[in-house]
């Protein structure tokens, strides 16, 4: 699979291998990918960044999800909260 990755004010594609989904993590085909700020940082900053932590794509893998199935398509968010104060219940954990 490919992969953009970053650093230097450069921006490449690499082959790397496809993840597996393992317990309840799926493996999404990403299909749009925005640039945030932590992606312009990774661009301007010395090293390797590989991005891809938000966006929107498809499902291709599942291993034990009872949410998702391959084939749906989804969001990625690279937050999630607690679950159990009062902005997590009420959907606004972010």
């Known amino acids: 699979?490919?992969?953009?990755?970053?650093?230097?004010?450069?921006?490449?594609?690499?082959?790397?291998?496809?993840?597996?989904?393992?317990?309840?993590?799926?493996?999404?085909k990403m299909r749009s990918i925005p640039l945030c700020g932590s992606d312009l940082h990774g661009f301007r900053a010395e090293g390797e960044v590989r991005g891809g932590h938000e966006?929107?794509?498809?499902v291709v893998a599942v291993d034990r999800s009872d949410s998702v199935k391959v084939g749906d398509?989804?969001?990625?968010?690279?937050?999630?909260g607690c679950g159990v104060c009062d902005l997590c219940r009420s959907g606004d954990y972010i």
């Open 1 to 28: 699979m490919k992969q953009i990755v970053t650093g230097g004010g450069k921006a490449w594609v690499e082959e790397v291998p496809r993840p597996e989904a393992q317990g309840h993590e799926v493996v999404v």
């Open 55 to 58: 966006g929107a794509g498809e």
């Open 73 to 80: 398509r989804v969001a990625v968010n690279p937050l999630s």
